[in-house]
């Protein structure tokens, strides 16, 4: 059940948020995520950012141990598990916050081939926490906020995506959950597809701890239809 990789690669992406490449790749759809093990440190869910790829921050014991992993140390790996993104529209938009970016690059790298145009609604707290990996090599437009104004333009991402979201024939988004509120408000709950996150051990729909209402999200999440949400989140 468990795959055993190989760290082969590791890089800073922002201010404590790194990029781990294993030596295996995995089949995925966009927004599904592997349940990643340190033995007698723990387990925690990350979206695969591509086949091979997870991008992580750092904020508290696990994910410390994994900052502290060196090339050629092991990871298990099982999953992936979830339900991704459905691939809809044809002039899309990603809706990204923080940390939010891994699935969002997933979309923009292996689905790009599949798209008119994609824009990408990105915003971070301050430009020392932009976390594009290099997203904005595959995406035809990156409209960027700061809450600060360090960097792009001062404010939140949902306020330029409101002013436009009649051009995009679906909206994927990931990011913290104010945000995720904001994007789905201002898209009344239609043609949006959210990544929700919830504490998780299992991973599979049997212990329960990542409960949103009558769902479980990673048995029927991480990713919903907005419409699904609709006084959820
Ligand atoms: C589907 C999914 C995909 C994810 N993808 C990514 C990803 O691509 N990259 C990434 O960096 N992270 C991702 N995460 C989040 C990641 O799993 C967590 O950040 C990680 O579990 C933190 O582990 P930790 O031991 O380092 O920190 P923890 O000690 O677990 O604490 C981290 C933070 O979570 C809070 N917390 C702890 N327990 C709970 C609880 N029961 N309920 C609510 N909050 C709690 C703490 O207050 C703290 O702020 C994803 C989560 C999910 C569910
Ligand atoms: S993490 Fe156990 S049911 Fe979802």
């Not at 990643?36 to 994910?63: C, H, M, N, Y």
């Not at 990871?75 to 809706?95: N, Q, V």
């Not at 913290?176 to 949006?192: D, R, S, T």
């Amino acid at each position: 059940m468990y795959r055993v990789v190989e760290v082969v690669e590791t890089w800073e992406v922002a201010k404590d948020v790194k990029a781990f490449r294993f030596s295996e790749k995995f089949d995925f759809t966009p927004g599904q995520f592997v349940m990643t093990w340190l033995p007698g440190v723990g387990e925690k869910p990350f979206s695969l950012a591509q086949r091979d790829l997870i991008v992580v921050k750092k904020v508290g014991p696990f994910t410390g141990a994994l900052f502290r992993l060196k090339e050629g140390d092991r990871l298990w790996i099982r999953g992936p598990y979830g339900h991704g993104f459905e691939r809809k529209g044809r002039k899309i938009a990603l809706a990204g916050g923080g940390i939010g970016i891994p699935p969002l690059y997933a979309i923009a790298t292996s689905w790009r081939k599949f798209f008119e145009s994609i824009s990408l609604f990105y915003g971070a707290r301050s430009k020392e926490e932009i976390t594009l990996i290099d997203i904005e090599n595959y995406v035809d437009e990156l409209i960027l906020f700061t809450d600060d104004g360090s960097a792009g333009k001062k404010g939140f991402p949902t306020e330029a995506l409101a002013e436009r979201k009649g051009e995009f024939g679906q909206v994927y988004a990931c990011g913290p959950e104010p945000m995720l509120k904001a994007v789905l408000k201002v898209m009344n709950h239609k043609n949006v597809q959210i990544s929700a996150e919830r504490y998780m051990k299992c991973g599979i729909g049997v212990c329960g701890s990542c409960n949103l209402g009558k769902y479980l999200v990673c048995r029927d999440g991480p990713v919903f239809e907005g419409e699904k949400l609709t006084g959820l989140l």
